[in-house]
């Protein structure tokens, strides 16, 4: 279960604010991740910091503390718990609950598609983790395949570094550049627009999609999903999650679910193959090559590339109409995900199916 942990460096600090640390779980755009260990009670903990050549960049120093402020607003449940943040040596810092289990990515690279129970409980726990987000009055805006944990208890949805408040995501042309991760990202967004609840709702999609199938569903092309006018291409998922994903890849994001909409969905369909689902604490199940679906190519293993920050498309001839039909559906697709939707359902007697 800890097969995502590299050795350290010989740049690498080996202790961060009192705590030791003991590998390397991850890099990205804005820092790096350690395992550490918690000088009290020896206990992991994942330590993230800044990178040296940003910690003197004053936007990247708020997000880093924006992070932290964000990420303790949502429930631990879906997520790693912030635990502490600060400063040292003009290098921010922040420590979380070490969320131990291997990324959706890693196992997608290393076996393939997922079998339909374990993407279903996939499907199941991510919608939910996004069900907390948004209740907290967050946008995540990187869902993608690298940010979602398989653990014993369940997924768990990490890294809020481009996370925002709902009343803060404004569109991307006002300051000339959109966050994210290409091949990840709602056509909304691609264009300049604002990420609301829905954009997450749609990488939603893509994620089940890649998930279950090997491939993106609209190509990863960030100026194929702005101009796309097909259907995505769901060939190969499970019956039972077709209508779930198609509804999430609705270019119009007022046309989309919300992510308890998503959930509630997902709880009331009988769940494929139980028994057969891929535990945490086993190995996944031995399969027949005939009926799975493609594994992923060496470029769709790839599509986690860096979240990165890039001026807005405008794809010639479509980007004047691709902007009204989508951009029009924002302001009514925002803010509308409630966790107490869930709530409802299950007080009148609605009973969950365990992922």
Same mark, same amino acid.
């Given at each position: 279960?800890?097969?995502?942990?590299?050795?350290?460096? %010989?740049?690498?600090?080996?202790?961060?604010?009192g +705590?030791p640390?003991?590998?390397?779980l991850?890099?990205?755009?804005m820092?790096?991740?350690?395992l550490?260990?918690?000088?009290?009670?020896?206990?992991?903990?994942?330590?993230?910091?800044? +990178?040296?050549?940003?910690?003197?960049?004053?936007?990247?120093r708020?997000r880093?503390?924006?992070e932290?402020y964000?990420?303790?607003?949502?429930?631990?449940?879906?997520? @790693?718990?912030?635990l502490?943040?600060?400063e040292?040596?003009g290098? %921010?810092?922040?420590?979380?609950?070490?969320?131990?289990?291997?990324?959706? +990515?890693?196992?997608l690279?290393?076996?393939g598609?997922?079998?339909?129970?374990?993407?279903h409980?996939?499907?199941?726990?991510?919608?939910?983790?996004?069900? @907390?987000?948004? =209740?907290a009055?967050l946008?995540?805006?990187d869902?993608?395949?690298?940010?979602? *944990?398989?653990?014993?208890?369940?997924?768990?949805?990490?890294d809020?570094?481009? &996370?925002r408040?709902?009343?803060?995501?404004t &569109?991307?042309?006002?300051s000339?550049?959109?966050?994210?991760?290409?091949?990840? *990202?709602?056509?909304?967004?691609?264009?300049?627009g604002?990420?609301t609840?829905?954009?997450?709702?749609?990488?939603?999609?893509c994620?089940?999609? +890649?998930?279950?199938?090997?491939?993106m569903?609209?190509?990863?092309?960030?100026?194929?999903?702005?101009? =796309?006018?097909?259907e995505?291409?769901?060939s190969?998922?499970?019956?039972?999650l077709?209508? =779930?994903?198609?509804? @999430?890849? &609705?270019?119009?994001?007022?046309?989309?679910p919300?992510?308890?909409e998503?959930?509630?969905?997902?709880?009331e369909?009988?769940? %494929?193959?139980?028994?057969?689902r891929?535990?945490?604490?086993?190995?996944?199940?031995?399969?027949? %090559?005939?009926? @799975?679906?493609?594994r992923?190519?060496?470029?769709d293993s790839?599509?986690?590339?860096?979240?990165? &920050?890039?001026?807005?498309?405008?794809v010639?001839?479509?980007a004047?109409?691709?902007?009204?039909r989508?951009?029009?559906?924002?302001?009514?697709?925002?803010?509308?995900?409630?966790v107490?939707?869930i709530?409802?359902?299950?007080?009148?007697?609605?009973?969950?199916?365990?992922?």
């Amino acid at each position: 279960m800890d097969g995502d942990i590299r050795p350290l460096e %010989p740049a690498d600090p080996r202790e961060v604010a009192g +705590h030791p640390l003991l590998g390397r779980l991850g890099s990205g755009g804005m820092g790096l991740v350690y395992l550490g260990a918690d000088p009290d009670s020896g206990g992991r903990v994942a330590v993230k910091t800044i +990178h040296p050549h940003l910690a003197g960049d004053p936007s990247y120093r708020r997000r880093f503390k924006d992070e932290a402020y964000l990420a303790s607003r949502v429930a631990s449940f879906c997520t @790693a718990r912030v635990l502490a943040h600060g400063e040292e040596d003009g290098r %921010p810092y922040l420590v979380t609950e070490y969320v131990g289990g291997v990324s959706l +990515h890693s196992r997608l690279v290393g076996d393939g598609p997922l079998p339909a129970a374990d993407l279903h409980g996939v499907a199941v726990g991510v919608a939910s983790a996004l069900a @907390a987000i948004h =209740a907290a009055g967050l946008v995540h805006r990187d869902i993608k395949p690298a940010n979602v *944990m398989l653990t014993l208890s369940g997924c768990r949805v990490i890294d809020f570094g481009i &996370a925002r408040a709902q009343d803060a995501c404004t &569109a991307g042309a006002t300051s000339g550049q959109v966050l994210g991760t290409p091949g990840w *990202m709602a056509p909304e967004v691609l264009i300049g627009g604002p990420a609301t609840p829905a954009a997450d709702v749609f990488a939603w999609g893509c994620l089940i999609a +890649h998930a279950g199938t090997g491939r993106m569903p609209i190509g990863g092309d960030p100026a194929t999903l702005c101009s =796309a006018v097909d259907e995505p291409d769901l060939s190969g998922l499970p019956d039972s999650l077709v209508p =779930a994903v198609r509804s @999430a890849l &609705a270019k119009n994001p007022a046309e989309r679910p919300t992510a308890s909409e998503l959930l509630l969905t997902l709880v009331e369909q009988q769940e %494929p193959d139980a028994g057969d689902r891929w535990r945490a604490t086993s190995a996944p199940p031995a399969r027949t %090559p005939a009926p @799975a679906p493609p594994r992923p190519s060496a470029l769709d293993s790839r599509r986690d590339t860096a979240t990165r &920050a890039y001026t807005p498309l405008d794809v010639e001839g479509t980007a004047t109409s691709m902007r009204t039909r989508l951009l029009a559906g924002v302001g009514a697709a925002a803010g509308t995900v409630l966790v107490g939707a869930i709530i409802v359902g299950l007080a009148h007697g609605r009973t969950e199916p365990q992922p």
